[in-house]
């Protein structure tokens, strides 16, 4: 790799390692990166440049000169590829082919190489990945058009956690001015501490510059109900999100107070996660101009933004808002004003049946263990802690008058998630939920060399499900043998009946959402999985899955769960019709 030139953005510190490492030749300004780069090039080709792999690579290079050591790295290497990787052929076989170069030198490796790439690109693997690359790509566009007018003043109205994300995205990506207002100065204190807290660490990390952070927070202006100068501020505003209660009432009273002010083509966008949209609408004097935002919390790091438009929503204003959301830096997705809208809609029945599962004994650790195995990147339990039992009770009890049959298996797990609230076990916000606090890690060399502790259940919890499930004639499920596996009642595998019960929920819920046209086409709908919930990326969404598994296997698969478990496993209608077709959601 020698020759290279490496230029100077305000990483001198990478630049310079780089060279000392050589990596690369020398280090340029980047107005003179081209010159230095073709003068590197010609010093190469005369031999004035002398090529030296062996001159800097120090300890590591020394090491690896030694095939016990080697032997060592290359099998921890493996091991590591075995827990982290498993679901990506490709880490291993990196492994496998940096080695094949270290052992038998340049040629061979090179050879192994070409090898290699050619059979990754025929893995199922590959093809969910590029399915999910081509679907991020065309949702970077906006099927709606450019918009009539440009958005340049945004509004947020609560600087809570999520009004303080939209702030901080709209401000850093979107380069938009953004009026953040709270009811009161200590609330607006605590969204602007929110924001410089997430830039400050953007900052140590080295991934933004000192001026980016301050330019980022210049652009955020800071309101409150009793500074009598917010509403000039909002007499320009383009754009307005409110991130407060979720109370319709509160909703209404706060669109009619910022009408007041508002220009007449500023657009009012609701950032709940349950409340319809028409309902907010009516509270509007321009109804044309309410849709919903949805973002996901935490706003800064969560790449998914569910817009949602009611019947008399305008197609301008629509055009503007995915238009916002694109340079804000999120994956927008437009889907249809129903309870739940896409993602929030899939969960709750994938939810409800974690909740019947817990009711009918299943330790927790297996109840996340099969989904991590699965591949979502945290098992629904301790998903549920995360983002509060609170709010996994709010989206339950809004689905549940929606949805009917299924959302089966939520009826008890209410009433659970009740008692927990009622002893202020709410997840990771209140310190206990399901789980109890994270152990801390270990310092220093321990810490490398132990294995983290496991998560330890709330003995508090437990005992509360074990009413639930002495009420419900006992556990259902065999105690794990001496080999480590469990069966269920009907004597299958219990770590393949609980993956199975668990997606086929989302599964049916994903594709009665495509059926219903809540979204609009299977890109949407595995987009909106994958970034929104964490459905395993290198399955590539509920839909390339399915293609993948065969629409037929899965049809049967639900059906077989039907007989045993009940009717909120049918399948529904389009995936019969699919599977007698022999027909794919992808082409």
């Known amino acids: 790799m020698e020759g290279l030139t490496a230029c100077t953005t305000g ?32 010093g190469l080709a005369d031999g004035s440049i002398k090529r030296n792999a062996t001159k800097n690579r120090g300890m590591m290079g020394k090491i690896m000169d030694t095939p016990m050591a080697r032997n060592f790295i290359f099998s921890q290497a493996t091991k590591t590829a075995a827990k982290q990787g498993k679901d990506y052929p490709a880490v291993q076989t990196i492994i496998d082919t940096i080695k094949a170069g270290v052992e038998g ?56 956690l999520m009004g ?25 204190g605590r969204g602007q501490k929110q924001i410089d807290d997430n830039l400050s660490l953007s900052l140590k990390k080295r991934k933004i510059s000192k001026h980016k952070k ?23 505003c383009d754009l307005v999100v409110e991130a407060v209660f979720e109370d319709l009432g509160v909703k209404h009273a706060v669109i009619q107070a910022m009408e007041e002010h508002l220009p007449e083509h500023a657009i009012f966008a609701t950032n709940t996660s349950a409340i319809p949209i028409r309902d907010v609408a009516k509270g509007s004097k321009r109804p044309e101009n309410v849709l919903g935002m949805h973002y996901f919390s ?101 689905l549940s008058g929606d949805l009917g049959i299924r959302m089966h298996g939520s009826e008890q797990g209410l009433q659970l998630m009740k008692q927990m609230l009622d002893k202020g076990f709410a997840g990771e916000k209140s310190g206990k939920g399901f789980w109890l606090p994270k152990p ?7 810490s490398m060399l132990s294995s983290p502790e ?31 596996s469990n069966k269920d009642a009907n004597g299958a595998d219990l770590h393949q009946t609980l993956q199975d019960r668990m997606a086929s929920r989302f599964l049916i819920e994903a594709a009665m959402c495509l059926q219903d ?71």
């Open 517 to 587: 046209e809540i979204i609009e086409n299977p890109v949407d709908g595995d987009i909106g999985a994958i970034m929104g919930i964490g459905f395993p990326p290198f399955k590539g969404g509920p839909f390339r899955y399915m293609d993948q598994v065969g629409v037929d296997k899965v049809v049967d698969t639900m059906s077989k769960l039907r007989d045993t478990h009940g009717e909120h496993f049918e399948p529904p209608q389009i995936l019969v019709d699919y599977a007698k077709a022999g027909k794919k959601f992808h082409s």
């Open 454 to 484: 496991p998560r330890q259940t709330n003995p508090e919890v437990e005992t509360m499900i074990k009413t639930f499930v002495d009420k419900n004639g006992g556990p259902k499920h065999s105690a794990p043998s001496k080999e480590g």
């Open 164 to 188: 303080a994300g939209v702030a901080q995205v709209t401000s850093a990506f979107a380069k938009k001015k953004v009026l953040l207002k709270d009811r009161d100065l200590a609330g607006l």
């Open 298 to 398: 935490p706003v800064d790091m969560m790449p998914l933004l569910e817009i949602i438009t009611h019947e008399g929503t305008s197609k301008d204003t629509t055009a503007a808002a995915v238009d916002l959301g694109l340079k804000q830096g999120k994956y927008v997705i437009v889907v249809k004003d129903v309870p739940g809208f896409y993602v929030n809609r899939c969960l709750g029945p994938y939810m409800a049946e974690v909740m019947a599962l817990v009711t009918e004994g299943v330790p927790l650790k297996d109840i996340d263990k099969a989904m991590k195995d699965y591949g979502f990147p945290m098992g629904p339990i301790t998903l549920a802690d995360m983002v509060g039992i609170d709010v996994a009770m709010h989206v339950n009890e809004t």
């Open 214 to 236: 301050d330019t980022i927070q210049s652009s955020i202006v800071g309101l409150y109900e009793d500074d009598n100068i917010w509403p000039k501020h909002f007499n320009n």
């Open 440 to 446: 801390k890690k270990k310092k220093g060399l321990m």
């Open 105 to 160: 030198g340049m040629e061979k490796g090179l050879a192994v190489e070409s090898e290699n790439f050619g059979k990754l690109t025929q893995t199922s693997v590959s093809d969910s990945l590029m399915g999910l690359f081509h679907g991020a790509t065309a949702l970077k566009k906006n099927r709606f058009g450019k918009p009539e007018r440009e958005i340049k003043t945004v509004g947020v109205l609560g600087a809570g």
């Open 11 to 42: 990483k001198e510190y990478k630049a310079d390692k780089a060279k000392k490492i050589g990596i690369v030749h020398s280090v340029a300004d980047p107005n003179a990166l081209r010159d230095a780069a073709i003068q590197a090039a010609l």
